[in-house]
């Protein structure tokens, strides 16, 4: 018993360090000035670092747990970011293009097949940038007519559908491998989430922990849709503890309004948010406003000067929110609309819709 406890050991001391496989990644061309940086996209964390050479070149040679989505960075957050690349056992050389591509000098399959998708992914967005800058164009000359706008509308829609398509394929044909762990974590909106969901049931790499956030994600997803209330626990703005079900389902129409003192469109819904509850506010009508702020002073100032009367939350953890983890809120402002009994009825509701809806199902 005592020996095969020994070799077990072993064996796994031997898996282990398996684990540990060298990378070499070299990138020509860099505009980087100073130091340089390896960050895991799937986790943020820094992975090495090293100073760039006097001809822009960047060179990261080491050992680490493979295979990793990682990034090259001007900073120690993704912020700096200047390619993304799959960091294999492979050596890797490449070169930024003039269009923010990369080209391949030398590469593991697994990169080329990642760089592909990142050109497909690249040049379709390109197109919705050349529709904005028709809008703006066209706006700015006064030509901007119903059938122009309409147009424009229909082709963003397509530019849409393309990249559901090229995430999708590509998902597809690389399910045995790591790819599929940034394309969820970054694109999950744009493939679909029922999509996302049938995919993790055949991905072999659907257990990785940077993947738990996908997977709540979903989950946040599916609940919405079903209407049923995901409750959370969140400071008010006196500091103390509340539940969201400490005012959903308990008789009244609940508008639950996601938003920020720092959020421009936010703040410019909020006369159509206030001219709602000064109508409805004693006709079984209420709100509960959840913000997505980190700084509580400016929280708290933005709550008095625009003399918002109803209740407020907020963990001040800007995006990582429990409420907006809960909801999967990843644009504001949004909103979601309860009924007496807890039930989601609307969600973003926005200008005179809510007005609308408070009058269809409270008159």
């Known amino acids: 018993m005592k020996k095969t406890y020994i070799t077990l050991l072993c064996l796994a001391a031997l898996q282990t360090a398996q684990a540990q496989i060298s990378y070499d990644v070299t990138l020509d061309e860099s505009t980087i000035k100073g130091m340089a940086y390896l960050i895991s996209m799937e986790d943020q964390t820094l992975i090495d670092s090293t100073e760039a050479q006097k001809d822009g070149t960047i060179r990261f040679r080491g050992e680490t747990a493979m295979p990793v989505m990682a990034c090259i960075s001007s900073n120690r957050t993704l912020s700096g970011s200047t390619c993304m690349l799959v960091l294999d056992d492979k050596p890797l050389k490449m070169e930024k293009t003039g269009n923010g591509t990369m080209k391949l000098k030398r590469a593991s399959e697994l990169n080329e097949n990642f760089q592909a998708i990142l050109t497909k992914l690249k040049e379709t967005g390109n ?8 809008y703006n164009a066209l706006a700015q000359k006064g030509n901007l007519t119903d059938a122009a706008v309409a147009r424009i509308k229909r082709q963003r829609e397509q530019i849409k559908d393309e990249i559901k398509t090229i995430m999708q394929e590509s998902m597809v044909v690389n399910r045995n491998n790591i790819i599929p762990v940034l394309l969820l974590q970054q694109g999950i909106e744009d493939m679909g989430i029922d999509f996302a969901e049938k995919f993790l049931k055949i991905y072999a790499y659907k257990d990785r922990p940077s993947l738990k956030s996908v997977h709540e994600r979903i989950k946040s997803e599916k609940a919405k849709a079903s209407g049923k209330m995901i409750d959370f626990t969140m400071p008010d703005i006196t500091g103390q503890e509340r539940k969201l079900s400490d005012f959903v389902g308990k ?41 997505l702020d980190n700084n509580r002073t400016a929280w708290e100032k933005a709550v008095k000067q625009l003399e918002l009367e109803w209740n407020h939350l907020s963990d001040l953890k800007g995006w990582y929110s429990k409420g ?25 509701l926005r200008g005179t819709q809510l007005e609308e809806k408070l009058q269809e199902v409270l008159e």
């Open 251 to 291: 008789g009244k129409y609940i508008l639950v309004d996601f938003w920020a003192s720092w959020c421009g469109p936010c703040i410019r819904e909020m006369p159509h948010v206030k001219a709602a509850y000064q109508k409805y506010k004693d006709k079984g009508f209420d709100i509960v406003g959840i913000s």
């Open 324 to 348: 907006a983890q809960a909801y999967n809120i990843r644009s504001i402002p949004a909103t979601i609309l309860f009924d007496p009994e807890g039930r989601v009825v609307a969600t973003n």
């Open 127 to 134: 197109k919705n940038v050349s529709l904005i800058q028709e």
